[in-house]
């Protein structure tokens, strides 16, 4: 069954030319079903959703990357129209998962998009597999730092599968679309991510979607917040192009941790969508298309050399690069709340 869609304020959808030009693809990996989408020509995109969402989310942009790409789009294990099995749900699993994908599609090398989850798993496939690893997009990405909305990490908790249950149930699914109202209309960051919270929400549609999503969650957050990090070894990437991408509104994850990701990746780029939350290529996808195609077309492609690759394991990472990531997540969290503080005063 095809996940719901609706993106955004307005709920925009993918037309149906759009859907049947991309409609689904399935492989059967190491005896699982792996649904994708593919469509385009030009230089390989792999695209990587986030937890509890499917390739869906990419839909409304891939006709206008595929002029310019060959895209790849993957439903990830456990999520969309892939098979959902008792099995590991970790972001190593999920690189070595896309490795293994792109090898029977004969793709070599891609430049790799990943948005939140994606994002932790985008970091952890050019780790693994360096020399298939282009280029890098970090779009609001998870594991970056501790911090998480606390919807996530209530739903980390023991037994919390079974508090999922009654949300399929019509009455329940009304109060949680009535209190994210709410939220939006107080003009809260979690309120900006809403409409796309009750999205993915509403596309855990059986058990089966329900404990894939909590055994992928439970890997990367549990009641303190985010357990992974892609910090620590994102000085490996030092020679690879990196596009980081977040929204100054975003009540998931924190606009901070873009600062956070930037510092440790000297040499990336950074770009805010200040008014978009937790998905910024469906608050503006037009500026989200065009912001892809300069960076990989304004950037040579990373060739991996092992030597320089051991070279830096050797060296480990500068000394100074955690300080000035702290710096800069310091100096950017007080000018957001110098910002919050002028636009409480102007309103009142």
């Known amino acids: 069954m095809e996940p719901a869609m609706g993106y955004g304020p307005s709920g925009q959808q993918p037309s149906a030319d759009q859907l049947a030009d991309l409609r689904v693809h399935f492989r059967t990996v190491h005896g699982y079903r792996r649904a994708y989408r593919i469509a385009g020509s030009g230089p390989p995109l792999l695209l990587l959703h986030g937890i509890g969402d499917s390739s869906v989310s990419w839909v409304p942009i891939l006709d206008r990357l595929a002029q310019s790409f060959t895209v790849i789009a993957p439903d990830l294990l456990g999520h969309g129209n892939s098979a959902k099995p008792r099995a590991d749900y970790s972001v190593a699993a999920y690189a070595n998962g896309m490795r293994d994908l792109l090898e029977i599609l004969d ?96 596309g855990l549609p059986d058990a089966d979607a329900r404990t894939a999503f909590i055994r992928t969650l439970r890997s990367v957050v549990d009641w303190r917040g985010q357990v992974v ?61 065009a912001l892809l195609e300069d960076f990989v077309f304004e950037t040579e492609p990373m060739s991996h050399e092992p030597q320089r690759w051991r070279d830096l394991l050797v060296r480990g990472a500068r000394p100074d690069v955690r300080p000035a990531a702290a710096t800069v997540a310091d100096l950017l969290a007080s000018a957001n709340a110098a910002a919050a503080v002028t636009e409480a005063t102007s309103g009142s």
């Open 229 to 289: 990090t892609l910090r620590d070894r994102a000085y490996l990437a030092e020679a690879m192009p990196i596009q980081i991408v977040w929204g100054g509104r975003d009540g998931v994850i924190p606009v901070e941790h873009a600062a956070l990701a930037a510092a440790a990746m000297p040499g990336s780029r950074l770009e805010i969508f200040d008014d978009a939350g937790h998905f910024p290529h469906h608050a503006d996808p037009e500026r989200f298309v």
């Open 107 to 202: 793709i070599e090398r891609v430049t790799v998009v990943g948005h939140s989850l994606g994002g932790g798993v985008a970091a952890q496939f050019a780790y693994q597999f360096p020399e298939r690893c282009e280029r890098l997009v970090l779009v609001a990405s998870g594991g970056v730092g501790r911090d998480v909305t606390v919807m996530l990490r209530a739903l980390s908790a023991p037994a919390a599968e079974l508090a999922m249950v009654p949300m399929q149930l019509p009455v329940a699914r009304s109060m949680v679309r009535l209190g994210f109202g709410v939220l939006r209309l107080a003009g809260t960051k979690l309120g900006a991510d809403a409409d796309e919270l009750l999205r993915v929400i509403e």
